[in-house]
């Protein structure tokens, strides 16, 4: 029925089908809370992406359905196309909740028809617009909406070219805003090595009892910035997942991290990859574990010149406290004692082997550690179409019901060649 329907509308607009969306109808059953699932990056086979015209035909076929999820990732979608779905926003009866846009071509005026739309909206609550380059100017749009929209509980902005500017005002926002509960903010283009937008965020984390996850991805935050940082986090009580992956951290930086943890009781995951903190960092950070009233759950520190030293103390942390169940460690320098120290940990039960990238394998009596594709999860909180909170502690694969599982769980092994 829903093949003939859109056929029939195709026809009438002398638009040319689209065979994804054909396929995906066929397969869908339009009745009460369903997601449409249209995302462009089928890793089987090659599909035919989604173009504005696509979406014009679609949102008519939703027009009076009850759709929770659209998944249009990754397909070239434009301003256009953002203004046919910003008016099924718009529909006095809308069920939508959940809305994926990631890495399409939407450039700032589409971020502006989005605000606009959402202004009024009070069933969005889920929104995914990384990867499109809405620039300073369109993130500011998506702010000052935020300032009258208290629905939206998920924000995605990564690699989405915002300035300082527009930092800051997101900072600013989440002062006062009470509904978010996830933002990515992570890889903006900042020029200043003043780090202003770090004192703004301080103060929003010392202010802000509501978020629960927050990733600061590719900042090009620094020591100074990560003791901003860590001066409101001593104050938040909310935030349970911390991403800082990819900046310019080192032993310093981690110091004041550690700190935190010692006094903070809810801080659950923190993602320190690509970061250089070293063996002094990673001192730190065993110390901070090790303290009673440390709740890190999991962490990475994939990648961060991290030596035996360093290595051995978080698996002395480990044996301390039990509340640490994942930790992600390749990418530093695994020699033996360290490999050994982590083969014990593992056989002995106190790390799952599904809980770390690494795996001990023996050759002529030497103990080696082989690369495991497993990664810290990349979200901890988000929402269902349905409009339920969901932890993803609880259901590893949690979220929107057309995203993809948030671990990678097959258990591939890329042995490591003998020092």
């Known amino acids: 029925m829903a093949r003939e329907f859109y056929e029939s509308l195709c026809a009438q607009q002398e638009i040319k089908i689209n065979p994804l969306i054909v396929e995906v109808l066929e397969k869908t059953t339009l009745t009460e809370n369903f997601t449409l699932k249209l995302a462009g990056n089928n890793r089987l086979r090659r599909v035919q992406r989604l173009n504005d015209e696509d979406v014009l035909i679609v949102c008519k076929c939703l027009k009076n359905k009850c759709v929770t999820g659209l998944d249009v990732r990754y397909n070239n979608i434009t301003d256009e196309g953002v203004g046919h779905l910003a008016d099924l926003l718009q529909e006095e009866n809308s069920a939508l909740r959940c809305l994926d846009l990631k890495f399409n071509n939407i450039l700032t005026d589409g971020a502006e028809i989005l605000s606009k739309s959402l202004q009024c909206n009070r069933t969005l609550l889920s929104l995914r617009l990384s990867g499109n ?64 937008w770090a004192v703004h965020c301080s103060e929003m984390l010392a202010l802000n009892s509501s978020l629960v996850e927050l990733h600061l991805g590719k900042m090009g935050m620094t020591d100074t910035g990560m003791e901003r940082l860590s001066e409101g986090l001593r104050l938040n009580h909310s935030l349970r997942y911390l991403d800082l992956r990819c900046n310019r951290v080192t032993r310093d930086g981690v110091h004041h991290l550690a700190e935190v943890l010692k006094q903070n009781p ?31 759950k999991e962490l990475s520190v994939n990648s961060n010149n991290i030596r035996t030293e360093g290595l051995l103390s978080l698996t002395q942390a480990m044996k301390t406290n039990t509340t640490l169940t994942h930790i992600y460690i390749w990418g530093n320098l695994l020699e033996e004692p360290v490999c050994q120290a982590f083969r014990e940990l593992i056989t002995s039960g106190r790390l799952l082997p599904q809980h770390t990238d690494v795996s001990a394998y023996e050759v002529d009596g030497r103990v080696f550690l082989a690369e495991v594709f497993q990664n810290l999860r990349r979200n901890y909180y988000s929402t269902d179409c349905s409009g339920t909170e969901t932890h993803s502690d609880s259901n590893p694969a949690a979220g929107p019901d057309f995203t993809s599982a948030r671990l990678i769980e097959n258990q591939q092994l890329v042995p490591l060649q003998p020092y």
């Open 266 to 296: 809810t801080l659950e995951i923190i993602d320190l990859s690509s970061n250089r903190i070293e063996d002094e960092g990673a001192v730190y950070l065993s110390e901070a574990i090790a303290w009673p009233r440390c709740a890190l």
């Open 133 to 196: 380059k809405i620039g300073n100017r369109g993130a500011m749009h998506l702010a000052s909406m935020l300032q009258v929209n208290n629905t939206l509980q998920e924000l995605e902005l990564a690699d989405c070219d915002l300035a300082t500017q527009s930092v800051i005002a997101f900072t600013i926002v989440l002062k006062s805003n009470k509904s978010l509960r996830s933002v990515d903010i992570s890889r903006p283009l900042l020029f200043s090595h003043q780090e202003e």
